[in-house]
């Protein structure tokens, strides 16, 4: 009779670096499989990928036993790694942080196909290109002259968009100090009588 999987588990984990300690102990330890039997296949078969990020799908069985299928790393960390640099841009394509060619491109696509939905490396490119945009990492001869365009834009839009914040402040500021002193002594009740008794 066939093993009844019970539960699915996704993990990000660095290749060969996996230990029973968290984040990998806290996920798998209530699911009752045996952390260090894991941890020391799951450290062998990602031993040639040393210093990538590697997903793994994990299914746990009703009798605690585990199978694990490796994914290939992130797109984004292929990209960032490929660029050469550590996060990407915090305003998208309106801001470039890195440029990688287009045989990087390619290299990344024809690794990341397998999990893409894709037919072909062609498809896959530009996939990875989108993500690539978003992240704002620049493709030479694809997209490089017109993010760079684009973030130009971003730039002046954005220093206008101060601009307009600074008058909006300036014209704040005055009509509070008109209001401060245009507000006149309202006459109280005990002023009205002492007219009145005059």
């Known amino acids: 009779m066939a093993k009844e999987v019970v539960k699915k588990i996704k993990l990000q984990i660095e290749a060969g670096k996996a230990t029973p300690a968290p984040p990998v102990g806290t996920v798998l330890g209530p699911a009752g499989i045996n952390l260090g039997d894991f941890c020391s296949k799951f450290n062998e078969a990602t031993r040639d990928k040393m210093g990538d990020v590697v997903p793994c799908e994990i299914s746990i069985y009703d009798d605690r ?10 797109a984004a960390f292929l990209l960032k790694k490929a660029a050469k640099t550590n996060k990407g841009s915090k305003k998208g394509a309106n801001e470039i942080v890195a440029t990688i060619s287009k045989k990087d491109l390619r290299a990344i696509a024809e690794e990341k196909l397998p999990d893409l939905n894709a037919y072909d490396v062609e498809a896959a490119m530009n996939i990875i290109a989108g993500t690539a945009r978003n992240m704002g990492i620049a493709v030479e001869g694809l997209n490089d002259a017109e993010l760079a365009e684009q973030a130009a834009e971003a730039a002046v839009e954005e220093k206008e968009a101060a601009k307009r914040e600074a008058e909006l402040e300036a014209l704040e500021a005055e009509a509070k100090e008109m209001a401060e002193a245009d507000s006149v002594e309202v006459p109280t009740h005990s002023d009205e009588e002492e007219n009145s008794e005059e």
């Open 65 to 74: 036993s585990f199978d694990f299928v490796l994914k290939t790393a992130p």
